[in-house]
């Protein structure tokens, strides 16, 4: 397998895109976080001591979107046109999913962009709810869902 993350050398780079035409890219990852139902349930009622946590989240991960490059060393500045953090939770496993999507005309994908979005708003939910529950886990950062440029669209298979 052939990473262009590095030059002849072995150096690591940043991709050179500047020839490349711009597409519109659009990505989609998720995280998972799970607590304890009761904590879940606090959480939708709106009853935790911070106030509202999804809401803060959202606003986090919107705003780690536009960050990424700042984050991840090989990452393009890019201009997000469009970021959205959904929450769907699973009452009954204590379960939120969270989910972003990132689109951009751009000349390189936004796939980095949606995993970091979902990332910082599940530490965000962590963040505002740990005096309640320091058990709480986040897993399954995954892209679920990619198109634009030459590589065409990705779709995650569901698993089990």
Known sequence: ?????FDESGRAIMVDVSAKKKTLRTATAAARVRMSPEL???????????????????LAGISASKKTAELIPLSHPLSIH????????????????VRATVRAYERTGVEMEAMVAASLAALTIYD?????????????????????????VYRREQQG
């Open 1 to 5: 397998m052939n990473f262009n993350h």
């Open 82 to 97: 469009h970021a959205a953090i959904e929450f769907t939770p699973v009452p009954a496993d204590g379960e939120i999913l």
């Open 40 to 58: 879940l349930q606090r959480i939708l009622d709106g009853t935790t001591s911070k106030g509202d946590v999804l809401g803060v989240a959202r």
């Open 128 to 152: 505002m709810c740990k005096g309640a529950d320091k058990g709480i886990i986040i897993s399954e950062v995954v892209l679920e869902y990619k198109e634009g440029g030459k590589s065409g």
